[in-house]
């Protein structure tokens, strides 16, 4: 079909969406996961502009929007769920204005419904310090034939995620190379292909010499594989590159050894490095560059204050408090 703004450009839905997916993928350099959840919201909406009788953009009005959103309401669609399906809903209808495809954006003035503000789940500094110590490694200077290369390693994985609030992929696809335990600094590779350095604690780059000096060499002689991964940091107990369900293995072992008594995911100890560094004076725009978000809106909700603070802060300064 021809668009109707004058343009004579095809306005078909499938041709448009893979020219869309192209442009963030190519040309943005978004993340693959990113541009597959695209498309799959993107498949949805225009399948179901297609049902309502639109065959390309320019019959799309803003009646079809609302309605859309409306039959997200309908189908019981959590604020989450729905905030994002409508954030891919803008993002294609701005891309075919920019085509010239549409002479408005018809989407624009749609908001994300409002939903409660999720805190994200957060460890106290002394529970962070119980799930580490929960690791049973032996004594530093101990690492002779008994120590255990899976424990070395799950103590120095625990000590890095924490130390650099990585995500659980920029763990998986760290290097040997990435790592610079000299200059306690490592280079994270994180969304879209962009690349950030951060420091490297103490306890972390002990916990990582440990493992590279005594862990890291028996799980690569394990490799079965004719071209094992030599270049990854974090190894499995085969010798090839860790995955994410195994790091999240990791995590909840541990947590289980240290009795925490509430359920953890790897992306809790990004959470609590980033709640900690906001609690211990660092300005949220320092995290947002060592967290690798894109925007600092993003880094603010951990500048939610705890419950404790919150009383303690009360108490302090309103006069009538006590």
């Given at each position: 079909?021809?668009?109707?703004?004058?343009?004579?450009?095809?306005?078909?839905?499938?041709?448009?969406?893979?020219?869309?997916?192209?442009?963030?993928?190519?040309?943005?350099?978004?993340?693959?996961?990113?541009?597959?959840?695209?498309?799959?919201?993107?498949?949805?909406?225009?399948?179901?502009?297609?049902?309502?009788?639109?065959?390309?953009?320019?019959?799309?009005?803003r009646d079809d929007v609302e309605a859309y959103v409306a039959s997200l309401d309908a189908a019981g669609e959590s604020a989450?769920?729905?905030?994002?399906?409508?954030?891919?809903?803008?993002?294609?209808?701005?891309?075919?204005?920019?085509?010239?495809?549409?002479?408005?954006?018809?989407?624009?003035?749609?908001?994300?419904?409002?939903?409660?503000?999720?805190?994200?789940?957060?460890?106290?500094?002394?529970?962070?310090?119980?799930?580490?110590?929960?690791?049973?490694?032996?004594?530093?200077?101990?690492?002779?034939?008994?120590?255990?290369?899976?424990?070395l390693r799950d103590k120095a994985l625990l000590e890095f995620l924490y130390a650099t609030g990585c995500r659980v992929s920029?763990?998986?696809?760290?290097?040997?190379?990435?790592?610079?335990?000299?200059?306690?600094?490592?280079?994270?590779?994180?969304?879209?292909?962009?690349?950030?350095?951060?420091?490297?604690?103490?306890?972390?780059?002990?916990?990582?010499?440990?493992?590279?000096?005594?862990?890291?060499?028996?799980?690569?002689?394990?490799?079965?594989?004719?071209?094992?991964?030599?270049?990854?940091?974090?190894?499995?107990?085969?010798?090839?590159?860790?995955?994410?369900?195994?790091?999240?293995?990791?995590?909840?072992?541990?947590?289980?050894?240290?009795?925490?008594?509430?359920p953890l995911h790897p992306h809790t100890l990004r959470h609590s490095f980033a709640t900690h560094l906001i609690q211990g004076?660092?300005?949220?725009?320092?995290?947002?560059?060592?967290?690798?978000?894109?925007?600092?809106?993003?880094?603010?909700?951990?500048?939610?204050?705890?419950?404790?603070?919150?009383?303690?802060?009360?108490?302090?300064?309103?006069?009538?408090?006590?």
């Amino acid at each position: 079909m021809t668009d109707t703004t004058g343009h004579g450009r095809p306005d078909g839905f499938a041709a448009l969406l893979e020219q869309f997916l192209a442009h963030i993928d190519v040309e943005r350099g978004l993340a693959r996961a990113t541009v597959a959840a695209y498309g799959s919201d993107l498949g949805r909406y225009t399948a179901w502009l297609e049902g309502r009788g639109r065959g390309g953009m320019a019959e799309v009005t803003r009646d079809d929007v609302e309605a859309y959103v409306a039959s997200l309401d309908a189908a019981g669609e959590s604020a989450r769920s729905k905030a994002r399906r409508l954030a891919s809903l803008h993002e294609f209808h701005r891309f075919a204005a920019a085509q010239r495809l549409v002479a408005d954006d018809v989407s624009a003035a749609i908001k994300a419904p409002k939903g409660a503000r999720r805190l994200p789940d957060v460890l106290s500094v002394d529970e962070v310090a119980r799930l580490l110590d929960a690791v049973p490694v032996p004594a530093d200077g101990e690492d002779g034939p008994a120590a255990d290369p899976v424990m070395l390693r799950d103590k120095a994985l625990l000590e890095f995620l924490y130390a650099t609030g990585c995500r659980v992929s920029e763990a998986c696809g760290a290097n040997l190379e990435d790592v610079d335990l000299d200059g306690a600094l490592a280079r994270l590779m994180g969304k879209g292909s962009k690349q950030r350095l951060v420091p490297v604690g103490g306890c972390a780059c002990q916990a990582l010499r440990r493992y590279l000096r005594a862990g890291r060499p028996a799980l690569l002689a394990r490799a079965k594989a004719k071209a094992p991964e030599r270049r990854a940091l974090f190894l499995n107990k085969r010798g090839a590159r860790m995955s994410r369900q195994s790091v999240w293995e990791v995590v909840k072992a541990a947590g289980e050894r240290a009795r925490l008594g509430k359920p953890l995911h790897p992306h809790t100890l990004r959470h609590s490095f980033a709640t900690h560094l906001i609690q211990g004076g660092a300005d949220v725009r320092t995290v947002q560059e060592l967290l690798g978000h894109a925007s600092v809106t993003t880094t603010q909700i951990y500048t939610h204050v705890s419950p404790e603070n919150l009383i303690e802060a009360y108490v302090m300064a309103h006069p009538r408090a006590r």
